[in-house]
């Protein structure tokens, strides 16, 4: 299905993910040389540790609280502009796109590289999910009595509440059996800014995403994130109304 370009998109991040299980032996370490290969694109680094907080609590005693360090989990890479960003995981690899969003070739096109490159260096044993996100920032005109004039899915107010609605988180997941694809919906009126009088932000995030055993080199990835795209899009705009739609043409 054909949906309208928009030239202001209000894409604040897009996200290509890769979930895998890696081999046992497996070594963080491995990506070193791969850093370097991308240092030139890439040339800001930084490594993610991963930490474990454990809560523990037994009756008639004052609660336990524990943290374990679980050693180095990922590196991040960035372009010098800090406009790109590579995740470099022991669970899987991430390329993001941060505003300004381009469009789906150039975010797709970066993202395989990528990941082949990751394949090469990780040798990954299996595909357990892929996804799709775009996370976007509705900035919606003030006053807004009643959001569904931009929202298709707005929070409802029952009867008898307060009329006033001054922020809202709502989250739903979906699933279509025939393409196999899940959805988290997430839309979110965030606090207003200080000073700012004349539109609220609204996040609206979408995570597309199938979970499969698929092989790395499965020939069907392009297809399936394709998939993942269309949907992403359908959820969208499907979601959204003309009114809305006209503030980012």
Known sequence: MEYP????????????????????????????????????????????QQIQHTFKTESERPPKFSTRMLGLHSYQLRSADE???????????????????????????????????????????????????????????????????????P??????????????????????????TSINVIQAAEPLPPGEQTHIPVLFDIDAYQESLLSADDVTLTDRFGSLREMKNRVFFKGVTPKTIELFR
């Open 83 to 153: 406009k790109n960003v590579v995740q470099l995981r022991r669970d899987g690899f991430g390329f993001s796109r941060l505003t300004p969003y381009t469009k789906w070739e150039d975010l797709y096109g970066e993202a395989w590289r990528l990941w082949r490159l990751y394949i090469d260096a990780a040798k990954p044993l299996e595909l357990s999910r892929i996804a799709v996100r775009y996370i976007n920032r509705l900035l919606l005109p003030l006053p807004i009595i009643d959001p569904s004039e931009y929202l298709n899915a």
């Open 155 to 180: 929070p409802v107010v029952a009867e008898g509440w307060p009329p006033n609605m001054s922020a809202f988180l709502t989250r739903v997941v979906l699933r279509e059996p025939d393409s196999e």
């Open 5 to 48: 370009h928009l030239n202001n998109a209000p894409i604040v991040e897009a996200v290509v993910d890769f979930r895998v299980k890696l081999p046992p032996d497996f070594k963080i370490e491995s990506f070193n040389k791969l850093c370097e290969t991308l240092k030139t694109q890439y040339p800001r680094f930084e490594q993610q």
